[in-house]
């Protein structure tokens, strides 16, 4: 195996280190945020929305260090809501797109290709071509070590397509072909490869039906 330390990871080129260490933790969700803001709405590819717990439903988001102009930081502080849409592997390519410095002003919907939708149950856009919408509200924010930003925040609704939900409510997302991101910029596939029943120390694991 390949062996790397911290004195080993500091000699590397500040590019080749920031791809392996974005990658080495595996492929994260892949996910669109959508929010509005004086001049308009944002659209941003995000690879660091995770769960955090589901009473009461809450998701994170990582920001990076705001040393520079954050559009979507921006605009969930200041009207608080906004929209997290998966990512298909039909949307892959232009979602990547998003992650382009476009300047303050230029909608991201327009600049690559993806339709807002807007629901009655707020002004935040949501991105119609996605199978799951989810409307989150900014709950808290916690300065991490690196200087980058954990924001917290409530799940208020959620919109997801009934092909994608199984048995209790479980969400298979092979039936709506999301795609992960392992890294920056590589857009991986789904397959469910098998769920499992609730482990206990008696007893082998035992597969479930997904559906």
Request: hydrophobic share 35%.
């Amino acid at each position: 195996m390949k062996f790397f330390d911290t004195q080993s990871l500091k000699t590397l080129p500040s590019r080749e280190r920031a791809t392996l260490i974005n990658s080495i933790s595996g492929i994260r969700s892949a996910n669109l945020i959508g929010t509005r803001g004086s001049s308009g709405t944002n659209l941003s590819v995000f690879n660091s929305v995770m769960h955090l717990g589901s009473d009461p439903a809450l998701l994170g988001v990582v920001f990076r260090p705001l040393t520079v102009e954050r559009h979507t930081y921006a605009n969930i502080k200041d009207l608080k809501d906004f929209s997290v849409n998966a990512i298909t592997s039909a949307m892959a390519a232009r979602a990547h797109q998003t992650s382009a410095k476009y300047p303050e002003g230029t909608s991201e919907f327009e600049a690559v290709g993806f339709e807002p939708l807007f629901r009655k149950e707020t002004h935040i856009p949501f991105v119609k071509e996605s199978p799951i919408h989810i409307l989150c509200s900014y709950s808290q924010e916690h300065l991490l070590e690196n200087q980058c930003v954990l924001v917290t925040a409530s799940i208020k609704a959620i919109w997801i397509e009934e092909k994608a939900l199984g048995h209790g409510y479980f969400i298979n997302h092979e039936h709506i072909k999301t795609v992960g991101i392992g890294g920056l910029d590589a857009y991986y596939s789904t397959t469910l490869e098998g769920r499992y029943a609730y482990a206990k120390p008696d007893q082998s694991p035992t597969k479930i039906d997904p559906k």
